[in-house]
């Protein structure tokens, strides 16, 4: 699912880069770290954690142990429904506060589904619905580690800047303390205090490297709880699957009739075009076989000719459909067959144990005979070469070319339909394509046996 940082935090790319706004930074990230909005929000965001840690903690506990406790009664099913809903309740407030101080974004999970109306129905509902167990089990795991990461956090940070700064507030000691800065040892006999400027010099030195490393270490205590969030108060895995298959089969669909459009539109302008003008010349000269034999014999020469070109184009329109070839001999006499049409020299080489499923090999060889022609039209290159091969339990296509360079699948090209293609039966299409070339597209496609 998707999970990212929001533009605030952008101006943590590494040194040297440009933050909000375009503002170009001139200390390297390691030493701004501290004084970032990030470093801060990420403190923010553990001082929140201990208090309603504590909040969310009691409520889970106090209601659960209520619930399960009054079981033996009917009163312990609508108490259980109500801290499930009260804990979905803080599952919604933590989504919201790790959006605003983590920049992390978590979707929200798939809602209840009553089979029916009433209190009832939305209590079962809610006691059968897993999102609402993983939601009570975030309250209880989140309160030990907001314990934790609270006290490390604050302890590094106020000892971090109070060492930095102590050079401005040694004086205190002497003038309201009585003694002459911060004891560092002490007994009966003996005291030890930092009061001296080389003593101070080194405090603050030791101070300066706490301050520096604590914001790391305060990213590391948050990127737990980045992680139990986006486990435990996102959508579930089946849910994000169940999504994702069903945006695929929108893009099946769409591609579907597109593609039935296509053939409908190519049958209209060309092969269906052709054989009316057909049916109108062998009309003519029917009508001029009597009268003019050879203005007759020399329309139905043209007819003839006509019926050549409409046979070729119906040829190729189911080529482009579904290759004889394919179905006869494989993607490797396929894919040479596309290759020799090509305006460029490719080299094809196909290192397949055996063949895939009809509908794998069929979107593989679509896939390349597109980005065949794409090379034939755009790329401006000289040579070209197709790689087919499979890892495990994949199908790995690879298309490259020594042209211009420059493609890109996300600018709205054929490249984008191709990779929603791909993505639609769990695919994946790679373009590294640098201005200026050369070309490398991979393509991978889960491998079915025929």
């Known amino acids: 699912m998707a999970t990212q940082y929001g533009q605030g935090y952008a101006d943590w790319d590494g040194p040297g880069s440009q933050g909000a706004g375009g503002r170009r930074h001139r200390l390297p990230v390691a030493l701004r770290a501290p004084i970032e909005r990030r470093a ?82 939305w209590m079962g509902a809610m006691l059968k619905s897993g999102t609402s167990w993983r939601h009570m089990l975030y309250t209880v795991l989140q309160f030990p580690w907001a314990v934790f990461s609270f006290t490390v956090g604050v302890t590094l940070w106020v000892n971090g800047w109070g060492m930095l700064t102590y050079p401005l507030w040694f004086w205190v000691f002497p003038a309201y303390v009585g003694q002459g800065g911060i ?8 005291h030890v205090y930092l009061d001296n400027p080389f003593e101070i010099t080194v405090t603050a030195l030791v101070g300066l490297l706490f301050t520096l490393a604590t914001p790391w270490i305060v990213r590391g205590l948050t990127t737990v709880d980045r992680l139990l969030v986006h486990g435990l108060l996102g959508p579930s895995r089946l849910a994000t699957r169940v ?42 000269a029917k009508e001029k076989l009597t009268e003019d034999p050879h203005a007759a014999a020399r329309m139905v020469d043209e007819a003839h000719g006509e019926v050549k070109t409409a046979l070729q184009e119906l040829r190729d329109l189911a080529r482009g459909i579904h290759p004889a070839v394919l179905t ?10 596309v290759a020799s ?19 794998i090999e069929g979107i593989a060889y679509f896939t390349v005979s597109e980005l065949l022609q794409n090379i034939s039209k755009h790329a ?11 890892v495990e339990d994949r199908l790995l296509l690879q298309v490259t070319d020594d042209g211009l360079g420059g493609a890109d699948a996300s600018a709205g090209s054929g490249l984008a339909g191709l990779a ?27 491998w079915r046996s025929a």
């Open 341 to 359: 049409r090509c305006t460029v020299q490719v080299r094809v080489e196909v290192d397949l144990p055996s063949r895939p499923a009809p509908a």
């Open 380 to 390: 401006q290159a000289s040579r070209a070469t197709v790689d087919v091969w499979r």
């Open 40 to 121: 801060w929000g990420e403190l923010c965001y553990l001082l929140l954690s201990l208090p309603l840690g504590i909040a969310m903690f009691t409520y889970s506990v106090t209601m659960f142990s209520l619930g399960a406790g009054l079981l033996v009664t009917f009163l312990g099913i609508p108490v259980l429904a109500a801290a499930l809903a009260g804990c979905r309740g803080f599952g919604m407030l933590e989504r919201a506060r790790a959006r605003g101080l983590l920049g992390l974004e978590v979707a929200e999970p798939e809602p209840l589904s009553p089979k029916g109306r009433g209190a009832m129905a």
């Open 420 to 446: 929603g293609r791909l993505d639609a039966v769990d695919g994946i299409l790679v373009v590294d394509s640098p201005p200026g070339g050369p070309t490398r597209i991979t393509a991978e496609l889960p």
């Open 183 to 190: 004891q560092l040892y002490g007994d009966e006999a003996h």
């Open 243 to 284: 999504v994702e298959l069903e945006s695929d089969r929108g893009v099946v669909v769409d591609t579907a009739a597109a593609d039935l459009r296509r053939i409908e539109r190519d049958l209209h302008d060309g092969a269906q075009a052709r054989l009316v003008a057909l049916a109108m010349d062998l009309g003519l």
């Open 328 to 337: 006869d001999r494989g993607l490797d006499a396929a894919l040479s067959a």
